[in-house]
């Protein structure tokens, strides 16, 4: 019989479930609807064929989301409610016992997901972004790419999970927290030997050239007040002709990374004031302020999943009658995204705030016309829609819609 848990825990699966088709049903109808003309503040910059790719990429992603969300929901139901987790525990648990139990249990759910998640990637990849010209990817990189995540995701997984399960059950009522402190440790481990270990097995680095865009570069960092370990162009054309740049790593690791793609297309101007937006996150500390929040939920979850871990009502709520660590933590990932979907509007929120201070900073730094420019190429590059649909995008939208940046950067 259905427990109050199930219930509450079908619930939440059905409002996400009709919100996600909700908002991606309003985000169609807007961007359809505004296919026709370019918005009248962007009519001097962009072709209407520009606006019209973007509509139909927007249009076609949005639309395959919906396959994408139907098969996330049925796979989650099939492995609680539907029984699957306890037969896999029906499965391992004669023939392993203790970490190395666990560790099967959760690499077995794992690869399963990335099993039925591989035929989407693959689809995005060849067929939609082939259909609008952005994949460079051939079906044999993307082969080598899959097999080294995996190979990263247990050279690295494997241990971190041994330590954690290690933890959960040797070290008393407090573990959570213990756990905590190894999650962050291990993170900023992460974030540390990201950029000179974890990165170079995908890309190649070379240092930016000498030249006039160096030399405006290094002006502008003078000018912030800011040192890194180097500036890098990274060969993101290898895979996909979509433009960005970035920052990696902390403390004496920071390296600034271009992709060529966005080199190719900005003037120098232009990719200054996009790398000065890039340093007022720096500067304002966002990063960290990100870091510092995600560190403080995942201290609440896990001292959540301390309670929960104890509470027979969780595990048969959820389809479970064995009740041991590994089941525990899987429950929990699998269950935990449902309820807290709804902090996604919030972390959104947050995040454009962000951008417009990081906008302002480059607007001081830098020069906001030139900013202007690089955004207004940077979307038509990438097909980001000019006419989100309003609520869509108050929803997920880490980067205010195109329209508002715009008119924050030039004061009429
Ligand atoms: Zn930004």
Same mark, same amino acid.
């Given at each position: 019989?259905?427990n ?6 079908l ?7 009709v ?6 049903q309003?985000?169609?109808s807007h961007?359809?609807a505004?296919?026709?003309a ?6 001097e910059r962009?072709?209407?064929?520009a606006h019209q790719k =973007? =509509?139909?990429?927007?249009?076609t992603? #949005?639309?395959?989301g ?13 492995l ?5 987790l306890?037969?896999l525990?029906?499965?391992w648990s004669p023939?392993?016992?203790?970490l190395?139990y666990?560790?099967?249990?959760i690499f077995?759910v794992?690869?399963?997901?990335? =099993?039925?998640?591989l035929?989407?990637a ?7 972004e082939?259909?609008f010209a952005?994949?460079?990817? #051939?079906?044999r990189l993307?082969?080598?790419d899959?097999?080294?995540q995996a190979a990263?995701?247990v050279?690295?997984?494997a ?9 959960m059950?040797?070290m ?7 756990v905590w ?8 481990l ?5 950029p ?6 995908f890309?190649k680095f070379?240092a ?5 865009l160096?030399?405006r570069?290094?002006?502008?960092l ?6 890194s370990?180097g500036l890098?162009v990274m060969?993101g ?7 960005n ?6 403390g ?5 990374v271009?992709f060529d #793609?966005l ?5 120098p101007l232009e990719?200054e004031a996009?790398l000065?937006?890039e340093?007022?996150h720096?500067k304002h500390?966002?990063v ?6 995600l560190f403080?939920?995942?201290l609440?979850f896990?001292?959540l999943l301390?309670?929960l871990?104890d ?5 048969t709520?959820?389809?479970?009658? #064995?009740?041991?660590t590994a089941?525990?933590l899987l429950l929990?990932f ?10 996604t509007?919030l972390l959104?929120?947050l995040?454009r705030?962000d951008?417009f ?6 607007a001081?730094k830098?020069?906001?016309?030139d900013?202007v420019?690089?955004?207004v190429?940077?979307y038509?590059d990438?097909?980001?829609t000019?006419t989100?649909?309003p609520?869509h995008?108050l929803?997920y939208?880490s980067h ?5 940046r715009? =008119?924050r950067?030039?004061p009429?």
């Amino acid at each position: 019989m259905l427990n109050p848990f199930s219930l509450a825990f079908l619930a939440a699966l059905a409002v996400m479930f009709v919100l996600r088709l909700w908002l991606g049903q309003r985000q169609i109808s807007h961007v359809t609807a505004h296919r026709a003309a370019v918005p009248d503040s962007f009519a001097e910059r962009i072709e209407l064929p520009a606006h019209q790719k =973007a =509509a139909d990429y927007t249009v076609t992603r #949005t639309r395959f989301g919906r396959i994408g969300l139907a098969v996330e929901v049925a796979l989650l139901l099939a492995l609680t409610l539907g029984g699957g987790l306890q037969a896999l525990h029906n499965f391992w648990s004669p023939r392993l016992d203790g970490l190395s139990y666990g560790v099967a249990l959760i690499f077995s759910v794992l690869a399963i997901s990335a =099993a039925i998640d591989l035929p989407l990637a693959y689809y995005r990849q060849f067929v939609i972004e082939e259909k609008f010209a952005f994949n460079r990817m #051939t079906p044999r990189l993307f082969l080598v790419d899959l097999l080294k995540q995996a190979a990263l995701s247990v050279v690295i997984g494997a241990p971190v999970l041994l330590v954690v399960l290690w933890m959960m059950e040797g070290m008393g009522s407090l573990w959570w927290f213990y756990v905590w402190i190894f999650w962050c440790a291990f993170n900023l481990l992460i974030l540390f030997l990201y950029p000179t270990w974890i990165a170079p097995l995908f890309n190649k680095f070379v240092a930016l050239e000498d030249g006039d865009l160096k030399a405006r570069i290094e002006a502008l960092l003078g000018r912030c007040g800011f040192s890194s370990s180097g500036l890098f162009v990274m060969d993101g054309s290898k895979r996909s002709s979509h433009g960005n740049a970035y920052f990696t790593g902390f403390g004496k690791n920071k390296r600034i990374v271009f992709f060529d #793609t966005l080199l190719d297309r900005l003037r120098p101007l232009e990719v200054e004031a996009v790398l000065a937006h890039e340093l007022g996150h720096f500067k304002h500390r966002h990063v960290r302020k990100r870091i510092a929040m995600l560190f403080a939920l995942s201290l609440g979850f896990l001292a959540l999943l301390g309670q929960l871990i104890d509470a027979p009502w969780f595990f048969t709520g959820l389809g479970v009658e #064995t009740q041991n660590t590994a089941l525990g933590l899987l429950l929990f990932f699998l269950a935990g995204p449902v309820f807290s979907f709804l902090l996604t509007p919030l972390l959104s929120l947050l995040s454009r705030r962000d951008e417009f201070e990081a906008d302002r900073y480059a607007a001081d730094k830098a020069s906001a016309s030139d900013l202007v420019g690089a955004l207004v190429k940077l979307y038509e590059d990438n097909a980001a829609t000019l006419t989100p649909d309003p609520l869509h995008s108050l929803f997920y939208d880490s980067h205010p819609p195109a329209a508002l940046r715009i =008119a924050r950067l030039q004061p009429v």
